[in-house]
């Protein structure tokens, strides 16, 4: 259940980033 929730998040951060990424760029 942790391990889930822990890959969750680290998928929401990743895509979150990639997103101000293309933003910026």
């Known amino acids: 259940?942790?391990?889930s929730?822990?890959?969750?998040i680290t998928c929401?951060?990743?895509s979150r980033t990639l997103a101000l990424?293309?933003?910026y760029v």
Not at 5 to 8: A, I, P, S, T
Request: glycine share 0%; no cysteine.
């Open 1 to 3: 259940m942790t391990l």
């Open 12 to 14: 929401k951060t990743m």
């Open 5 to 8: 929730y822990q890959y969750v």
């Open 21 to 23: 990424y293309y933003e």
